[in-house]
């Protein structure tokens, strides 16, 4: 199919689920279905449009059933559609949310379904094989799934969300229970952040972004997240380095192996995102010197066990009077 026709299909497709909308929807609920339907248009060139996007955030900043509902209809046209388009606008979209959308429709998002239950996003089986074209962003799709994923579950580990413009107070909250934090809570905290670092490292090709303008919304929304992330695992990493010889054998073995998963994704990284940033080469300055002192650290514990054998040793061969 060309692809001129396709998208003439995709644009008649638009209009016959906007049309419907308006004839099944109630007059509470044809607001919100249409407010999806045009953020998550069949135009594969470009990206939904900002001040739509703005549109459907500020109709979930009202009550807590309305934000239910449009979560629930963003959800239901990812979940009901299978063109790859249409799937990366709804990620898009709820990428969206995360960032800078009301506490309320954030909420929602975050305890959808309202019965419990996880990966809700699973789109692992999500295939579009219209086109080579679809088939590459199907890859996308399946991805973005996972990430958006994890960046929900990071939120509940963290309590708020990464790099939201409304989750600044609960933000400040947290770091001042860093300080304070168990040793176990902020190696939990920092694996979490790891994970999402590896989950970024795993976007498909980044050479396809170029000249797509959807796909290079995703990316420059992800580069944000990255930041955010480095951020977040320095003010982390920066308690433990004021801390390190309180903690355990164990605990240092746990932040160590953190950390090793953290360098291996340095390459990736500096390919994905190559303006350096002085924040993120102060987080790899920060993390080989953490490595350099819990190794020293070891050492003089180990040196230390020898010296207390030696004595012991030396004691008892003067009490057997040799």
Known sequence: MGRKLRDLIGAVKDKASQSKAAFISTPQTITLRLAVLRVTTHSPSTPPDDHHISALLSLGNSSRSTASSLISSLIDRLHGTSNSTVALKCLLTLHHIIKRGPFILQDQLSI?????????????????????????LSAWVRWYARYVEILLSNSRVLGYFLGSTTGSVEKDKQEERISSSLNQNLIKDVDSLVGMIEEICEVPDPSFVEGNKLLNEVISLLGNDYLSTVNELLSRLGEFNERLGCLSFGESVELVCVLKRLEDCKEKLSLLFKVKKPSTETLWGLVTELEEK??????????????????SDIKQVSQLGL
């Open 294 to 311: 819990i190794e020293t650290l070891k050492v003089e514990k180990e040196e230390r066990k020898l010296l207390t054998w030696g004595k």
């Open 112 to 136: 959808f379904p309202a019965t419990g239950g996880r990966n809700y996003l699973k789109l692992s089986a999500f295939r579009d094989g219209a086109t080579s074209l679809t088939w590459v």
